[in-house]
Structures are given as structure tokens and as C-alpha cells.
């Protein structure tokens, strides 16, 4: 199954997408919400939207984030061998792990904001995870008993905050609509494999990011269950994962970064692509 959320900005809908067509289910949920991923909801949603006769959505209509905004996003940090080397980090022996802000939250195809004072504003193509039952001191081979879904993120981060101002990195990760998440959350079901997705990144056309999650240092059974050791993770809680190399901190011979009337653009297998138009702070 496939979730979206449609509608203007803080009064999104949920649906689903049943082969390519865009149906309204609020009829049926309230939202992608903590309450929905708590229970049996997803499940029941599946077995009602085969009788249900569900309004269909013109796909023209603007898609929010794929989830209402969650408890927590947690971020792994250098999570791919290539990545790491092109910063010129050290390979990490545990994940790395940090928080972005929810107010970041935006929907896929949202307006990038370049933040205020900004000169380093970066990309990252990424796989998220999306919690989908109350996960703490989860084993590894449990861990996938707590996901609801994957779903695509760009986890935007501008470097001067993040690596040149001092303290966590968080500071560079949460600026306004620096997580655009979605097109849609894509039930397990959907995914063949997720330790074998390309994921994909240009900017103006040029691709600059072309991964895959086969590379992953730290693969996503480990990275719920190590996280979990630490810290709840509650109900529609959001793991991202990490990015493979292509990031404008690590062009060579000159890092280089957004400006606006950049263009964006995003994709993962099985996931969707999205599409963010880069603006200035106003």
C-alpha cells in the first residue's frame, strides 16, 4: 500500500495510490498520525479500501508529507562508505546519530527555503524509515516487526551551521521545509528489498548523487534496534538513514552549494521521486 497526504499545507488529507490513481481515504482515517501507526490501523486500511468506494483525487493536487509530523526524526549520520570518504571522515564504529527539527517538515514537491544568512546550504538524497509500533530495546531480528513503511527524504543541511558554528549538527539540519518527505510511505509489502534500492540525486539536471542501499554501512534491522537502545521510538517516528556521496560538500575540486533558481530532484526505487525549486529567504 501506498499513503499519501493531499491538500494545502496544514490541512492535508489522507490517501492512498491504487495503480498510479490518487483516492481520498479520510473518510475512512483521520490521518497518518501517531494513533493511526499505534494500531492495527494500516492493516484495516488495507482490507477497507478494497470495498470502499473511495473519491478520487486529481493528481494535479498539491501532496504534503507523507505523515503528520511525527514525534522525532532521528538522523544516521556518514552512513555510506563513499559518503564518508568524500567529507573525509573516519568510518563510523557505531552509527552516528543526531536530530532535525519537525518543524523542517514540507511536503516533496515544496519550495526549498534558503535559510537567512545562509551560504552552505546542501543536499542528501536519503531512504527514511517509518515507525510503526513502540520500539524500545527491540532486538535486530525484531526490528522489522516495528516499521510501517519507507519513504523518501532529502535531508538538506546547511554546512556552515552544521560543521562551522559550534555543538551538534542539528543547528544545520532543521531550517523551514529542510525535510520534504514523501511522495507517499510505501508499505514493506511494496519493497522487494530495501538493502538493494538506488537512490538518485540532480541538481539543474546534472546528476550528482546515484547510490544504492546495498551500501549502507549500517543496515536498517541494526540502525532500529541500535537507536532503540537509547531512546523510544514511538509510533510514526522517522529514521533516515544516511546519503551516499554527491553532496556539494564534497565536490571536487571546490565544494559548491544551492542558490536560488536551482532545481532539485529526487528519487529511490519503488519510491518515487520528488522535486524541490530553490528560493531565496524572504
Given at each position: 500500500m501506498?499513503?499519501?497526504?493531499?491538500?494545502?499545507?496544514?490541512?492535508?488529507?489522507?490517501g492512498?495510490?491504487?495503480?498510479?490513481?490518487?483516492?481520498?481515504?479520510?473518510s475512512?482515517?483521520?490521518?497518518?498520525?501517531?494513533?493511526?501507526?499505534?494500531?492495527?490501523?494500516?492493516?484495516?486500511?488495507?482490507?477497507?479500501?478494497?470495498?470502499?468506494?473511495?473519491?478520487?483525487?486529481?493528481?494535479?493536487?498539491?501532496?504534503?508529507a507523507?505523515?503528520?509530523?511525527?514525534?522525532?526524526?532521528?538522523?544516521?549520520?556518514?552512513?555510506?562508505k563513499?559518503?564518508?570518504?568524500?567529507?573525509?571522515?573516519?568510518?563510523?564504529?557505531?552509527?552516528?546519530?543526531?536530530?532535525?527539527?519537525?518543524?523542517?517538515?514540507?511536503?516533496?514537491?515544496?519550495?526549498?527555503e534558503?535559510?537567512?544568512?545562509?551560504?552552505?546550504?546542501?543536499?542528501?538524497?536519503?531512504?527514511?524509515?517509518?515507525?510503526?509500533?513502540?520500539?524500545?530495546?527491540?532486538?535486530?531480528a525484531?526490528?522489522?516487526?516495528?516499521?510501517?513503511?519507507?519513504?523518501?527524504h532529502?535531508?538538506?543541511?546547511?554546512?556552515?551551521?552544521?560543521?562551522e558554528?559550534?555543538?551538534?549538527?542539528?543547528?544545520?539540519?532543521?531550517?523551514?521545509?529542510?525535510?520534504?518527505?514523501?511522495?507517499?510511505?510505501?508499505?514493506?509489502?511494496?519493497?522487494?528489498?530495501?538493502?538493494?534500492?538506488?537512490?538518485?540525486?540532480?541538481?539543474?539536471?546534472?546528476?550528482?548523487?546515484?547510490?544504492?542501499?546495498?551500501?549502507?554501512?549500517?543496515?536498517?534491522?541494526?540502525?532500529?534496534?541500535?537507536?532503540?537502545?537509547?531512546?523510544?521510538?514511538?509510533?510514526?517516528?522517522?529514521?533516515?538513514?544516511?546519503?551516499?556521496?554527491?553532496v556539494?560538500?564534497?565536490?571536487?575540486?571546490?565544494?559548491?552549494?544551492?542558490?536560488?533558481?536551482?532545481?532539485?530532484?529526487?528519487?529511490?526505487?519503488?519510491?518515487?521521486?520528488?522535486?524541490?525549486?530553490?528560493?531565496?529567504?524572504?
Amino acid at each position: 500500500m501506498k499513503l499519501i497526504r493531499f491538500g494545502e499545507a496544514g490541512a492535508e488529507k489522507p490517501g492512498v495510490i491504487i495503480n498510479e490513481t490518487y483516492y481520498d481515504v479520510s473518510s475512512l482515517v483521520s490521518d497518518y498520525d501517531e494513533n493511526f501507526f499505534a494500531g492495527d490501523e494500516i492493516n484495516k486500511l488495507a482490507e477497507s479500501i478494497k470495498t470502499a468506494d473511495l473519491p478520487i483525487v486529481e493528481k494535479n493536487v498539491r501532496l504534503g508529507a507523507a505523515l503528520a509530523r511525527p514525534s522525532k526524526i532521528i538522523c544516521v549520520g556518514l552512513n555510506y562508505k563513499d559518503h564518508a570518504a568524500e567529507t573525509n571522515a573516519a568510518i563510523p564504529t557505531e552509527p552516528i546519530l543526531f536530530f532535525k527539527a519537525t518543524t523542517a517538515i514540507v511536503g516533496p514537491n515544496d519550495d526549498l527555503e534558503i535559510p537567512k544568512n545562509s551560504v552552505k546550504t546542501d543536499w542528501e538524497v536519503e531512504l527514511a524509515v517509518v515507525i510503526g509500533k513502540k520500539a524500545k530495546y527491540v532486538s535486530e531480528a525484531d526490528a522489522y516487526n516495528h516499521i510501517a513503511g519507507y519513504v523518501l527524504h532529502n535531508d538538506y543541511s546547511e554546512r556552515e551551521f552544521q560543521l562551522e558554528r559550534n555543538g551538534q549538527w542539528v543547528k544545520g539540519k532543521s531550517a523551514d521545509t529542510f525535510a520534504p518527505i514523501g511522495p507517499f510511505i510505501a508499505t514493506p509489502d511494496e519493497i522487494e528489498d530495501v538493502h538493494n534500492l538506488r537512490l538518485w540525486l540532480t541538481v539543474n539536471g546534472k546528476t550528482l548523487q546515484d547510490g544504492n542501499t546495498s551500501n549502507l554501512i549500517f543496515n536498517v534491522p541494526f540502525m532500529v534496534s541500535y537507536i532503540s537502545q537509547f531512546m523510544t521510538l514511538l509510533p510514526g517516528d522517522v529514521i533516515t538513514t544516511g546519503t551516499p556521496a554527491g553532496v556539494g560538500l564534497g565536490q571536487k575540486p571546490t565544494p559548491w552549494y544551492l542558490k536560488p533558481g536551482d532545481v532539485v530532484e529526487l528519487g529511490i526505487d519503488g519510491l518515487g521521486s520528488s522535486k524541490q525549486n530553490v528560493k531565496a529567504y524572504s
